[in-house]
């Protein structure tokens, strides 16, 4: 029987201490990620990301508190046989091909002799790597080394995938391949945890986001409950004349027209007052919606509305 | 678990391969033992006398030296070019890798030493017609020495940086060296804490002495089994040894 947590963290806090300074770059955190979930660790540059990721592989140990993969302790390194991990700017040995890479990381993740080169092939294919799989390394490009890396975190045919921003040096096609692939692999009962910037791909495809800022979590739960109704209405109107359209100027913002549509943007106080205005003016409103936010627009209230409680301090002599 | 150790042995080894330091160290070698053995000397007698030792000085002289320059850096650039997260993500223990890397380069060091050990038994064989026990025996002990001189390089590098490193252990390469004739003497020579301090210390550097068998096999000496067994069994202790603390020090790494 699989746990029930794939990742499992109890007041996990790490600080970095130099000479004479520390630095708390994770702060008591708890999460606990479902078998299956797929996950979106969000964060500014340098909220603490990376240094979880680190945490769960065993890179670096925890000041403080602990961490679990699939009920085994972090600490342990059996704790990664269900683990594929992509690092952040990842770098491979220059001189060998994605294909001779994979085979090396096959036996590492323990694929039976007699699977590897099946395995090897379709992680590659999964990854849009077979194109260039005979090419060295340090030949390719930086969004190709990504799905190199990629590819390399499939080859094991792992439970739980640990990405730490898979989609950044890619471009938008490869942004909705990369998309593509991860949503596959949800929808093979995957369990993923990735870290990102790019919050409308996030959006897209995770059940869970957790917010992480200066160290701490700040919240944690799905898009939906993360984003709010917003005062911000869009109007879609039909025959609108001319007169019309420059009186709703003076109500809404952002007044478009789209053939034979008029969009329109404006708050609740006015939303009322526009609609009046076009039923006045003989034009037929096809629908009012009332907008909620992006998750990007979520994050950026979440975190404007923590204050700064960064973590720099002066070591005891 | 084995078969990842030997993919990590072979990436280790197919690094190490490709070291331009390696390329020249042994071609420069057995240009060396090439030419010694073919320009004509006055007899056979000092002819040989001069191959043997020519040989066997450029054997372990390039493979010590590689061995040192190979390892001092290995772990340094694995951790700083980050090659090392996608391997140690792996359900493997750092001990594994460590290990790895060590038998790695050690094997391409090895492959190096066995092409000039093999030039120099051929031209033995070419002028001596047989091959004496101790031929072998001198240069498999030289392969026990660059194992050993391995270790401590990996050892030091799990301390210092790369460049600091090859120094400090070729330093203390040198000390072994010089350990039994010129340590003893200073010990006898001092009391109380300095001559405790240089025992300890002389006991701690790897006895480097120990491996010379050189002189033996120009002047076609015999050494004695028991003493042969005696010196391998203590390069294998110090190796294992520094490759345990080398271990230990890995494990407790931030990377
Ligand atoms: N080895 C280290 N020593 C000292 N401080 C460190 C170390 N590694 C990271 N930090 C600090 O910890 C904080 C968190 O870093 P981390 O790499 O986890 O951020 P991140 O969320 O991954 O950011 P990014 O989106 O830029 O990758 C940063 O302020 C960073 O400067
Ligand atoms: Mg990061």
């Known amino acids: ?317 | 678990m084995l078969r990842a150790f030997f993919a990590l042995i072979k990436l280790s080894f197919l690094e190490a391969v490709r070291r331009q330091i390696l390329h020249v160290m042994v071609l420069l070698s057995l240009v060396v033992i090439a030419v010694a053995g073919t320009v004509s000397f006055f007899d056979l007698g000092v002819q040989v006398k001069i191959v043997k030792d020519t040989g066997m000085v450029m054997i372990l002289l390039a493979g010590a030296l590689s061995v040192v320059f190979l390892l001092s850096g290995a772990l340094f650039h694995d951790v700083e070019q980050r090659l090392l997260y996608p391997v140690l993500a792996r359900p493997i223990p750092r001990g594994l890798y460590l290990l790895a890397r060590y038998a790695g380069a050690l094997g391409a060091v090895y492959l190096g030493m066995t092409l000039m050990a093999a030039t120099l038994l051929a031209l033995l064989w070419v002028h001596l017609h047989y091959l004496s026990t101790l031929a072998i025996v001198a240069v498999a002990f030289t392969y026990l020495e660059v194992a050993l001189v391995g270790a401590l390089t990996l050892l030091v590098s799990t301390f210092f940086t790369p460049a600091m490193t090859a120094t400090l252990t070729l330093f203390l390469y040198l000390l072994g060296s010089l350990k039994m004739g010129y340590l003893h003497h200073l010990a006898e020579r001092n009391t109380g804490f300095a001559k405790w301090a240089i025992t300890a210390v002389s006991a701690l550097l790897p006895n480097m002495e120990a491996f010379r068998f050189k002189d033996a096999l120009v002047h076609d000496l015999t050494v004695p089994i028991g003493y042969l067994l005696m010196v391998a069994v203590y390069a294998v202790c110090y190796t294992a040894m520094c490759v345990a603390i080398s271990v230990w020090r890995f494990r407790r790494r931030e990377m």
Request: aromatic fraction near 6%; include cysteine; proline fraction near 4%.
């Open chain 1, 1 to 317: 029987m699989r746990a029930q947590w794939a990742i499992r963290t109890e007041g996990l806090t790490k600080v970095y201490a130099s000479r004479h300074q520390t630095y708390t770059a994770v702060y008591n955190l708890n999460l606990q990620i479902a078998d299956g979930e797929t996950v979106g660790f969000l964060g500014a540059n340098g909220a603490g990301k990376t240094t979880t990721i680190k945490m769960l592989l065993d890179f670096i140990a925890p000041t403080q508190g602990r961490a679990w993969l699939y009920d085994i302790p972090c600490t342990e390194p059996r704790a990664r046989r269900q683990v594929g991990y992509m690092p952040e700017q990842p770098y491979f040995p220059r001189y060998l091909t994605p294909r001779e890479l994979l085979h090396a990381h096959a036996a590492l993740a323990g694929v039976p002799s007699r699977e590897v080169k099946h395995r090897v092939e379709v992680a590659l294919e999964m990854a849009r790597a077979d194109g260039f799989a005979h090419r060295p390394i340090g030949k390719l490009s930086k969004g190709m080394t990504q799905r190199v890396a990629l590819a390399q975190a499939l080859v094991g045919n792992p439970q739980l995938l640990i990405l730490d921003e898979p989609a950044s040096g890619l471009d938008p096609v490869s942004r909705v391949e990369m998309r593509n692939v991860l949503q596959a692999l949800k929808e093979h009962g995957k369990t993923i945890f990735l870290s990102s910037h790019h919050l409308s791909e996030v959006e897209r495809i995770c059940d869970r986001v957790a917010i992480i800022h200066q160290g701490r979590l700040l919240a944690f739960g799905t898009p939906e409950e993360l984003t709010q109704q917003t005062d911000r209405y869009v109007l879609v109107a039909e025959q609108v004349t001319t007169d019309a359209e420059r009186a709703l100027r003076q109500l809404c913002s952002g007044v478009r027209r789209d053939g034979a549509q008029v969009n329109a943007v404006t708050d609740g106080e006015r939303v009322y007052e526009a609609v009046a205005l076009l039923r006045q003016t003989g034009a037929r409103l096809v629908s009012v919606i009332q907008q909620r936010e992006t998750l990007e627009e979520a994050f950026l209230r979440i975190v404007q509305q923590t204050p700064s409680t960064e973590f720099t301090g002066e070591k005891a002599a």
